[in-house]
T-cell receptor, first 115, second 117 residues
Framework: AQKITQTQPGMFVQEKEAVTLDCTYD???????LFWYKQPSSGEMIFLIY??????QNATEGRYSLNFQKARKSANLVISASQLGDSAMYFCAMREVYNFNKFYFGSGTKLNVKP | ETGVTQTPRHLVMGMTNKKSLKCEQHLGHNAMYWYKQSAKKPLELMFVYNFKEQTENNSVPSRFSPECPNSSHLFLHLHTLQPEDSALYLC????????????????FGEGSRLTVL
């Protein structure tokens, strides 16, 4: 079974609007970490936000927030006030506590921000 | 100076060539990784080194040979590759300390775009 599922291959959003990118995960561990990365066309993967499985509050970093619903095993990324520079691929990833070096990545969502 | 630097950024090679990809991290991290990113596929973990010791080899064909001389440098030696090996190869590093406040996120380089003819 896939560890990370991103069901939206591509998304469009109007500039200045908010957008939610979906991510569901599969693990039997109680302790794990969830990450979101952005990959512009240049290729570099840029870390955006982290949520620990024991964190009670949803993580926020500037315009990025993570809508963490543990019971549903979902970790959706919310980008508020979209900007043209947000157009990129976005990857959700998970790391389980028993293997700190092993990250599972989803297949990504291509976000296009329209002016 | 960027945190993780990869060279070359682009590489074209024939199937009989031998070449190497280089990665250097300036973040003081102790874990380094090679990932392969092919079109329309999730990132594939290839190798992990922790304190210079290989801790993960994800069933990678022997035509890919990693080398980690120290915690700051990682190489991927390539020989007799196949056209299906054409991909973006991403190097990453992280701080493997399981302590409060350390999320241990991966820091990536910009990648080496490899084309095998």
């Amino acid at each position: 079974a896939q560890k990370i599922t991103q069901t939206q291959p591509g998304m469009f959003v109007q500039e200045k609007e908010a957008v939610t990118l979906d991510c569901t995960y599969d693990t039997s561990d109680q302790s794990y970490g969830l990450f979101w990365y952005k990959q512009p066309s240049s290729g570099e993967m840029i870390f955006l936000i982290y949520q620990g499985s024991y964190d009670e509050q949803n993580a926020t970093e500037g315009r990025y927030s993570l809508n963490f619903q543990k019971a549903r095993k979902s970790a959706n990324l919310v980008i508020s006030a979209s900007q043209l520079g947000d157009s990129a691929m976005y990857f959700c990833a998970m790391r389980e506590v028993y293997n700190f070096n092993k990250f599972y990545f989803g297949s990504g969502t291509k976000l296009n921000v329209k002016p | 100076e960027t945190g993780v630097t990869q060279t070359p950024r682009h590489l074209v090679m024939g199937m009989t060539n031998k070449k190497s990809l280089k990665c250097e991290q300036h973040l003081g991290h102790n874990a380094m990784y090679w990932y392969k990113q092919s079109a329309k596929k999730p990132l594939e973990l290839m190798f992990v080194y922790n304190f210079k010791e290989q801790t993960e080899n994800n069933s990678v064909p022997s035509r890919f040979s990693p080398e980690c001389p120290n915690s700051s440098h990682l190489f991927l030696h390539l020989h007799t590759l196949q056209p299906e090996d054409s991909a973006l190869y991403l190097c990453a590093s992280s701080q493997d300390r399981r302590q409060t406040g350390n999320t241990g996120e991966l820091f990536f380089g910009e990648g080496s775009r490899l084309t095998v003819l």
